[in-house]
Structures are given as structure tokens and as C-alpha cells.
């Protein structure tokens, strides 16, 4: 059975653990190929589902069905339920195991009834794999419970399970692979919510952003797969996939490296990789292998890639890999759009080489970062595929075209002011970018009060956080981040100049929210 996501990330619960490798091997041959089974996870860093607590929802041609897993010692005294953990420590619970998985399914059914004919079978069962034999009761139906015993023959269980809820509803006919399609995508979104790369700390709880289907689509391939080229313009949620990849092969047991060649997008991962995980320069790899006390990582993903596809590069990465680069295990996250000449080194014979191994190559056509505004102006300008939007709409772009320096200096200073005094955005929400160092930018120029509210950003610093005041920073350092509100100075405007092209589609392509250009 295919199980999402493909390890059982974030949970404590040795049965929940035990009943995902039981349900990964049930249904297994190819006229079972229509089952997939969902884990609900709690992850520190995840969203905890639209559905309540539900530990798993086993869906295929024959129904959809709640399993409630329950681990440790279960007695009941009295109509009261308590758990025992393998610690000795006991819990008592609302209500029956039962109760809790009936009331389950009845949520989901309300949540799925709005959007979705009601053409499955549905039922729910609970699973207690360390009862070795639960007596029989008229609370509840023997078919619907797995104990110990049940659970060494997992498989006929669940069979015998489905037949006792598909007996109550002979009416409906078996799912079809477009409904089970529909009933998935209708799912999974909410199942494996991830935080974007803008969201703070203090954010987390109210500020969630869903993986698209074709990144989700990824996920699974990389599954399978062992070499994958990952391609997308920018706003495609790249890095967010590389970390939450990162996270499931080290859950899986992996010594997993993420490499780039920007030392501020590795300052960046470091502080929002999961415990475990090497992040490391490409050029570095060597030495953090190293310090991680080994000779070979066994897994590789390398992120903002077209900076560094050229063959010495891929050498090194090739020497710290189990298998090498031919047989290992890799995930290639790049932009197929031109951004030569901000940073790294792009030859085309490197990424010929790559594909010389065969990996399966995965296309993210949904930008997640921009709105439909900047998209627009991006893809008018500059011919740039940065996706389709996935956002929505938003504020216009602004552009001003000022005669001189003197022109963009005053421009630049309302533009500022206005953005912070008069429409209520933070500082830290605002990062100006220029293709030059800070004493070269028009910005060195502003009023002296303006100009002290202004950080020059470095690899320490990258998302400006100090959030009262405006951070600086210069294009070819900021690529791979992005920020709420993105104020382009010194230089034409968009597709004025092919010199500049890489500057314009990176600089521009960083704003989440509000895109502003002072253009001479």
C-alpha cells in the first residue's frame, strides 16, 4: 500500500509506527495498486490537519476507513478507558478508543460531504497491537478491532475488516481511480501542510502554506527514484521542498548533505534544517564530511543548483557520495531560467553530464512566493518561466523612472517613508536590493535619519532580523531568500538592458507581497 507521506515522520507512538510498516506492506500486488493509506502527522513545524485527530485514513477501490491506533496497555474500568505507556505512566481518555474513532470518521465525513459526492464506503476500526486479546463487549464489534494477535496477520485482518463495513452498504459500487484520484488530492494537501520559508517562529501557528500538487507529485517520485533532477523558475518552492525532502531521508536513516553555493542561502538552511542534517557549501563538502565524522553521505540534495553545475564542482559532490554521483542517491534542485553572471558557475556539458544518468526529471510549474502582479511583470519583461501563480492576486507593481541620481535618491526616500509610515509596513518587512555594494547604491545617499534605519545585510543576517529596520543587500547575495516587500534600485527598468537581465529576474522575483522599482 502507498503510504503518505512515505515515512512516519513526527510521532512518538511506537504502535503508530509499527501499524505504518504493516499497512506499507498490506495490498502489495498489482490489482491492489489503488490503495493509499494517510498518516496524520504532528510535526513541530507542520500544520496539525483539518481533520482532527486521526492517526490513519486507509483509502482504496473498496471504501474509505479511520483506523485509531492505541499503544501500551488499555483497560477499562467502569466505562472509564486508561492507557498504560511502556513507562508505567498511565492516561486516562475522554472517551472509548471506539467513540474516538467513530466520532473521527464522522468529522471527516461532514468535511469531505461539502466537496465531494458521498460514493465511498466508509467505516472505522481501532488497532491495538500490544493487547494481546481485548474481550468481546457490546460496545463494540470484534471485526472492528485489531488486537495483538489480529495484528500479526495484519493483512487478513484489514481484509476481513473492509468486508464487515462493505456487508453494511452493498448499494455502492467500488471507487473508481478518477475518484480515488479526487479523494486524494482533496486530501492530501491538508495532510502534508508545510512552513514557507517566510514564516518566523512566532508565525508558525497561523501562517501555513500547502504543498502544490506537483510539488507533492515530487515527493513521491523521490520516493521511487533515486536520481531526480528537480526544475522551476523562482518562487517555485524549491528550497522549502529540499528541506522537507531532508527531513524524510534522515527520518528514513539517511546521513543526508543539502548543498548550495551561496553562503548566505547556508546560513539560512542551517537555521531551519532538522536536527541532523549537514548543510554545507559545495565547494566544502570534503571538509563537512568530515566534521561529521564520515567518509560518504548517503544522500545528496543540492539546492539553487545552476550555480553550481560545472565539473569540478560535480566532482567534489561526486567523492562524498555512497555510489557516487552514477549510482548514488540525489536529488538536483535548479533554475532553468538564465542567471548567469550574479554567482557560481554555470556550464552546460555539467548538466548534460547529470543527465547522462537517466535521473527522472520533475518540472514545479506553481509559483507559491509571488503574486499574480509581479508574476506578470516578470514574464512580460524578461520571457521568464517562473511558473503560474498559486498565490492570487496583489498590489501593483510600482515603477518610477527618475532623469538622475538626485531624481532616485528623493523617489527612493518617499518610496520608503511612505511604505513605513504611511501603509503600516514593519522595517524588516522591506529589503532594498541593487546590483552594487551599499556605498555605491543610491541608498548611501538617502537623508541621514532614513539612512541609519538601514541594515546592510550579510551571510549572518540574510533575512534582516532586526525588525526595525530596512535591510540592504546586494541582488547576487539575496538569491534564494525573499522578503515581504522588494525595492529595486540602481539600475533601467525591467528588459531595458540584457546585461542586467539576471539582476532584474532575481531582484524582482524576491518580493512576496509588493514590488517597487526606482529605475534611471
Known sequence: MRMIPSQPLGTGSHAEKRTFDQLRAAFSGPDRNGWFAMHSLNLPRHEYKRFGEIDFVVCGPDGLFVLEVKGGGVSCHEGVWETTNRFGETERLRESPFKQAEGALHGLREKLHASLPNIFVVGYGVVMPDVERLPDSAEWDRAVLADGRDFRQFEKWLERFIRYWRAK????????PSQLNVLQQHLRPDFEAVVPLHVSAHDVETRIARLTEDQLRLIDVVEVNPRVICSGGAGTGKTM????????????????????????????????????????????????????????FDALIVDEGQDIL????????????????????WCFFHDTNNQSGLCGSYVPDAYDYLESFCPMQIPLRTNCRNTLPILQRIQGALDADVGNSGVGDGPAVREVHVADAEGAIQALEQELRGLVDGEGFNPGDIVVLSPFPFAQSWTSSLPEDLRDSISVLDDASPRNLKRHTIGFAQIGEFKGLESEVIVLVDMPGPGHSENLRSCHYVGMSRARALLSMICC
Open 241 to 296: 521542498l529540499a528541506l522537507e525532502l531532508a527531513k524524510r531521508w534522515g527520518a528514513a536513516g539517511m546521513k543526508t548533505v543539502l548543498a548550495c553555493h551561496s553562503p548566505w542561502l547556508k546560513r539560512y538552511l542551517e537555521r531551519n534544517a532538522v536536527p541532523g542534517l549537514i548543510v554545507s557549501l559545495a565547494e566544502s563538502i570534503q571538509v563537512a564530511a568530515r566534521r561529521a565524522g564520515i567518509e560518504k
Open 169 to 176: 452498504d452493498t448499494r455502492k459500487p467500488a471507487a473508481s
Open 310 to 329: 560545472n565539473m569540478d564542482a560535480l566532482d567534489q559532490l561526486d567523492n562524498c557520495l555512497c555510489g557516487g554521483i552514477s549510482e548514488g542517491r
